[in-house]
């Protein structure tokens, strides 16, 4: 089938990068405008003002106290916040010692919150501030004797004031650049802010509770720091696959995404940029469960499917997996370390991930392929037109009205 030509090919290449700042009228509005390229890349300096700005926020908000009390940890949000708990689960499992549950905020606040055991501590995470559920589970949590700390880039918003605590995750300036719906808004890595703000925290209450010493924190602290450079050199590598993907499959308008781990979270953040941008259906699922599920929707040229496939813990089942779907016929992406040279012949096509962290660290810069092709893809296809009477401002009302201005029950 022919590729996209016309309209869709000359918004590819009109992005730059490196071009003039925008001005206030020429700004991203993410309702109607492709992110450009460059805002892939971008997260790597987010990344490092990020870090730069949390750590003294940490070390005053979880004191020795808090962090040698507590027995459970719970991290809610909802869209890609709550991915961000999924993400960090593994490394507060593996540091802190403490029983770590993330869970979306309807789930936590309407039916786990009852429940809770003494010494709970609730991470509630929402950039904006701004999220109900989110906000509702703060004010049970607290209301029940938990210790809340607010995850947010909104320190006026009402997260933030219902919490014990808080921390900001945004980098002032960054956002009003790129010209976001909230002053909050890191756009593209509010995903890595908040994956950040939660390593750190548990880094922290690692070594309050003896769990690691100040030495392999500083250390672990340091690959932390490096993503950065993997980020940048990974968006670098993977930008031209990313747009030759996006023409090769553009006539398609499902993709499946395989995570395991931690990565099953970066699966759901690939499914949700997908519809966030191009309006294409992403399907995340667990490693493991495609062969018992979307393994029967498997056909030749007719859903492709994303493999993150770092070295770790499930990368022998993702060979199994990227052997099963090639024997079904389907068209294979696999997002895996740069020098994995056999998960690179078993694919299609490779977006390689251009260096190394631990395992719990890999959601960090996993991310990036899917986040360049559905950039790539929104801006060679465009989104879907709404039928009349409907309208891009009328999606925007309905959304913020279902997300931010629901009831928020109270104690």
């Known amino acids: 089938m022919q590729g996209p030509t016309g309209t869709g090919v000359q918004a590819v290449s009109r992005q730059n990068a490196g ?38 926020q940490i070390e005053a908000v979880i004191t020795p106290d808090l962090a040698r009390r507590v027995q459970k940890i719970y991290f809610t949000g909802c869209g890609d916040s709550h991915y961000a708990g999924v993400a960090a689960r593994l490394a507060f499992d593996k540091y802190t010692g403490v029983q770590t549950e993330p869970l979306e905020s309807l789930e936590f606040s309407r039916y786990v919150v009852q429940h809770m055991p003494q010494d709970s501590l609730l991470f ?3 950039n904006s501030g701004l999220v109900s559920r989110s906000i509702e589970s703060i004010i049970l949590a607290r209301a029940r004797g938990a210790y809340t700390i607010a995850i947010t880039g909104n320190r006026e918003g009402p997260l933030a004031q219902a919490a014990d605590a808080v921390l900001i995750q945004t980098v002032p300036g ?11 808004a890191l756009g593209l890595g509010n995903f890595a802010a908040s994956l950040l703000t939660l390593y750190l925290s ?21 690959e932390l720091a490096s993503a950065a450079d993997v980020l940048a050199g990974t968006a670098e590598r993977n930008t031209k696959t990313a747009y030759e993907l996006a023409c090769a499959l553009w ?11 931690p ?15 191009p309006h294409q259906t992403g399907v995340a699922q667990e490693l493991e469960e495609w062969a018992h ?10 859903t492709p499917i994303f493999v993150i496939a770092p070295p770790g813990n499930s990368r022998d089942r993702a060979i199994e997996q990227i052997n099963g779907a090639r024997d079904m016929g389907a068209t294979v992406i696999a997002v895996c370390d740069a020098q994995d040279r056999e998960v690179q012949s078993l694919a299609h096509w490779s977006m390689p991930i251009m260096g190394q962290l631990r395992e719990e660290f890999t959601p960090l810069v996993y991310i990036v392929p899917s986040m360049l092709f559905a950039t790539a893809l929104h801006q060679v296809k465009g989104r879907p037109p709404l039928i ?10 309905v959304n913020f009205r279902q997300i931010f201005h629901s009831a928020v029950r109270k104690p």
């Open 388 to 397: 009349p009477p409907f309208d891009v401002e009328q999606m925007r009302e």
């Open 263 to 277: 990565n099953y979270a970066t699966a759901m953040f690939a499914a949700a940029k997908l519809f966030e941008q």
């Open 202 to 222: 548990g880094l922290r209450i690692a070594e309050m509770r003896g769990q690691l010493s100040a030495e392999e924190v500083a250390s672990l602290k340091q």
């Open 124 to 126: 509630g995470i929402s």
């Open 19 to 56: 071009g003039p700042k925008k001005s206030n009228a020429e700004k991203y509005d993410p309702w109607t405008t492709p992110h450009d390229i460059g805002a892939v890349s971008a997260q790597s300096r987010v990344m490092r003002e990020v870090i730069q700005r949390l750590e003294p």
């Open 293 to 302: 599920e979307q393994y029967f929707l498997t056909r030749p040229n007719v």
């Open 251 to 261: 006539h398609l308008d499902t993709f499946f995404i395989l995570g395991g781990g």
């Open 174 to 184: 960054m956002a009003e650049d790129w010209g976001h719906a909230f002053p909050a």
